[in-house]
């Protein structure tokens, strides 16, 4: 079965570095997917408000990602194409158009949060104010889309995101109370104070984050700019199984960390330096730059993945060329919808929206575009005619159905729950 789209050119060499590297572009896209701006805020917020009483919204999130991203890398390493060409091929452009214009609508406004989001870094390290900071951002972040290879993004970014580390060291420095966050753990529901339809609106919103659309169809196109096969499967699913549930753990470091710090204050978490406060109590200074650091290589890599996601899929739907690994001459129309989708985001930002305010919104739009995204690809990951024998097995067939089942009750959820709690306001 031939392309609809022109796939991009084969890269040049480095066998030995690309199986060291293997895993980095599953890193990029679990910090990107777990740990962007909305997720930093929410799990701290979740933590400081509830406890550790929604860990089980991360495990859920994390089994979740994995299984469809896991479909969405099989896809690509057995037919060489990303999984959003194949969904418009294989159930029609309409269907697809649909797609298209739910993910991207949520695509496009989680952009806007997460150039938001390099900015609060910036203005944590710099006492500048993060507007200020917001234009440089967005020419910053479009001469590195423009310029700079996919896989020097991929290992920067994703590499550096890990000094999020610094939350996991400083759960343990704080000496937490290990039995009263085990008890909130093991006994989910709202503490004295809150009220079970905040907790659930939470939980949503925690659930979206976790697999937001951008996710699977950015991991699934890189695989295609990094060209892999069916010999590639194991990459692909080392990618999956290592990649996204690391990126769960730091999102768990941030919730715990401020479960110990914040939640037996009765203390609430709106703003990402208090965020970093749980690190610079535990380590000081160097703890807090290490958390700076750590946000801003989060939330630059979450808008890296943002915006190569929109112009992934408007050129995959349109069949136009596409790829980090063309010339930008070559795949004019793809960078213009990537410089389209950054001055929109910034646009959004100008008007004074505050980036956190902004990412819940976005949170609660991509539950309701969840069921959109991940029945094509469950659909897809069934079809013989692109994947012969490597379809899906029993077992994935069971864990996509179930969840499908469970991203239907979230999108139908979410916007009454919105409005009955006030954005989590209670």
Same mark, same amino acid.
């Given at each position: 079965?031939?392309?609809?789209?022109?796939?991009?050119?084969?890269?040049?060499?480095? /066998?030995?570095?690309?199986?060291? #590297?293997?895993?980095?572009?599953?890193?990029?896209?679990? !910090?990107? /997917?777990?740990?962007?701006? &909305?997720?930093?805020?929410?799990?701290?917020?979740?933590?400081?408000?509830?406890?550790?009483?929604?860990?089980?919204?991360?495990?859920?999130?994390?089994?979740? !990602?994995?299984?469809?991203?896991?479909?969405? @890398?099989?896809?690509?390493?057995?037919?060489?194409?990303?999984?959003?060409?194949?969904?418009?091929?294989?159930?029609?452009?309409?269907?697809?158009?649909?797609?298209?214009?739910?993910?991207?609508?949520?695509?496009?406004?989680?952009?806007?949060?997460?150039?938001?989001?390099?900015?609060?870094?910036?203005? %944590?390290?710099?006492?500048?104010?993060?507007?200020?900071?917001?234009?440089?951002? @967005?020419?910053?972040?479009?001469?590195?889309?423009?310029?700079?290879?996919?896989?020097?993004?991929?290992?920067?970014?994703?590499?550096?995101?890990?000094?999020?580390?610094?939350?996991?060291?400083?759960?343990?420095?704080?000496?937490?109370?290990?039995?009263?966050? *085990?008890?909130?753990?093991?006994?989910?529901?709202?503490?004295?104070?809150?009220?079970?339809?905040?907790? *659930?609106?939470?939980?949503?919103? %925690?659930?979206?984050?976790?697999?937001?659309?951008?996710?699977?169809?950015?991991?699934?196109?890189?695989?295609?700019?990094?060209?892999?096969?069916?010999?590639?499967?194991?990459?692909?699913?080392?990618?999956?199984?290592?990649?996204?549930?690391?990126?769960?753990?730091?999102?768990?470091?941030?919730?715990?960390?401020?479960?110990?710090?914040?939640?037996?204050?009765?203390? =609430?978490?709106?703003?990402? =330096?208090?965020?970093?406060?749980?690190?610079?109590?535990?380590?000081?200074?160097?703890?807090?730059?290490?958390?700076? #650091?750590?946000?801003?290589?989060?939330?630059?890599?979450?808008?890296?993945?943002?915006?190569?996601?929109?112009?992934?899929?408007?050129?995959?739907?349109? &069949? *136009?060329?596409?790829?980090?690994?063309?010339?930008?001459?070559?795949?004019?129309?793809?960078?213009? $919808?990537?410089?389209?989708?950054?001055?929109?985001?910034?646009?959004?930002?100008?008007?004074?929206?505050?980036? !956190?305010?902004?990412?819940?919104?976005?949170?609660?739009?991509?539950?309701?575009?969840?069921?959109?995204?991940?029945?094509? !690809?469950?659909? $897809?990951?069934?079809?013989?005619?692109?994947? &012969?024998?490597?379809?899906?097995?029993?077992?994935?067939?069971?864990?996509?159905?179930?969840?499908?089942?469970?991203?239907?009750?979230?999108?139908?959820?979410?916007?009454?729950?919105?409005?009955?709690?006030?954005?989590?306001?209670?």
């Amino acid at each position: 079965m031939t392309s609809r789209t022109e796939a991009p050119p084969s890269p040049a060499g480095g /066998g030995g570095v690309k199986q060291v #590297l293997a895993i980095a572009l599953g890193v990029l896209t679990a !910090i990107g /997917g777990f740990v962007d701006i &909305g997720d930093i805020v929410a799990n701290a917020e979740a933590g400081a408000r509830f406890g550790l009483a929604h860990a089980w919204v991360l495990l859920l999130g994390v089994i979740g !990602i994995c299984a469809y991203a896991e479909m969405s @890398g099989r896809v690509t390493a057995v037919s060489g194409r990303p999984v959003f060409d194949l969904v418009r091929e294989r159930l029609g452009p309409r269907v697809a158009l649909a797609n298209l214009a739910g993910s991207l609508f949520v695509t496009v406004l989680t952009l806007g949060a997460e150039i938001g989001g390099v900015g609060l870094a910036l203005q %944590l390290a710099t006492s500048v104010d993060y507007l200020l900071w917001v234009p440089v951002v @967005g020419v910053v972040l479009w001469a590195t889309l423009w310029r700079a290879k996919f896989s020097l993004l991929e290992n920067l970014f994703g590499i550096t995101g890990l000094t999020l580390v610094v939350f996991i060291i400083a759960f343990f420095r704080l000496s937490p109370d290990t039995g009263q966050l *085990w008890h909130q753990a093991a006994h989910p529901g709202p503490p004295a104070g809150e009220d079970w339809g905040t907790y *659930w609106f939470m939980a949503v919103a %925690l659930f979206a984050s976790a697999m937001t659309p951008y996710e699977v169809f950015f991991f699934s196109s890189g695989g295609v700019e990094e060209r892999w096969s069916s010999k590639d499967l194991l990459t692909s699913r080392v990618n999956v199984f290592v990649g996204f549930p690391l990126g769960g753990l730091l999102a768990f470091a941030l919730m715990a960390t401020a479960a110990t710090v914040f939640h037996p204050l009765q203390m =609430s978490v709106d703003a990402l =330096s208090q965020v970093a406060l749980p690190a610079a109590v535990a380590l000081g200074k160097l703890g807090l730059a290490a958390a700076i #650091l750590g946000f801003f290589a989060a939330t630059f890599g979450a808008a890296m993945e943002t915006g190569l996601s929109s112009a992934y899929t408007v050129a995959q739907y349109f &069949g *136009w060329a596409w790829g980090k690994l063309r010339r930008p001459r070559e795949a004019a129309r793809f960078h213009t $919808v990537l410089m389209v989708a950054i001055l929109v985001g910034v646009a959004v930002l100008m008007t004074t929206i505050d980036p !956190i305010q902004l990412t819940e919104y976005t949170l609660v739009f991509s539950a309701v575009a969840l069921p959109l995204t991940y029945l094509p !690809i469950l659909v $897809v990951a069934n079809d013989r005619g692109y994947l &012969g024998r490597r379809v899906n097995g029993r077992l994935a067939n069971t864990v996509g159905l179930l969840y499908l089942a469970i991203v239907l009750a979230a999108a139908i959820a979410a916007i009454p729950l919105m409005i009955v709690t006030r954005m989590g306001g209670g």
